[in-house]
């Protein structure tokens, strides 16, 4: 089992940034790929990063490239979303979220973090 709380959230300018966390309990965080989504309002929910156990392997959405990066600090439970060059399009809530390698489908989530970009 674990659980997984989300922060850094806020209220920025557009061309601003941003860094979410996400703490994870349990012991096992470090045998979990961990994703970052976000769901705008009246959008469905979509993917936006992702990295592996280790941190050695990082795959990004198209809106999100060149933009955020993704990384992971085992040793603190910790997943981070660092986000530059903000833009509002990129308001929504952020979420992450946990599953193990061999599962498509991610087991855990957060409860959401709203981050909102004004023009």
């Known amino acids: 089992q674990v659980q997984l709380v989300e922060s850094g959230g806020g209220l920025v300018q557009a061309g601003g940034s941003l860094r979410l966390s996400c703490a994870a309990s349990?012991?096992?965080?470090?045998?979990?790929?961990m994703g970052w989504f976000r769901q705008a309002p009246g959008k469905e929910r979509e993917f936006v990063a992702r990295?592996?156990?280790?941190?050695?392997?990082?795959y990004y959405a198209d809106s999100a490239t060149g933009r955020f990066t993704i990384s992971r600090d085992n040793a603190k439970n910790t997943v981070y979303l660092q986000m530059n060059s903000l833009k509002p399009e990129d308001t929504a809530v952020y979420y992450c979220?946990?599953?193990?390698?061999?599962?498509?489908?991610?087991?855990?989530w957060g409860q959401g973090t709203q981050v909102t970009v004004s023009s």
């Open positions: 990295i592996s156990w280790n941190g050695g392997s990082t």
């Open positions: 349990g012991r096992t965080f470090s045998r979990y790929i």
């Open positions: 979220a946990a599953r193990p390698e061999y599962k498509y489908e991610y087991e855990y």
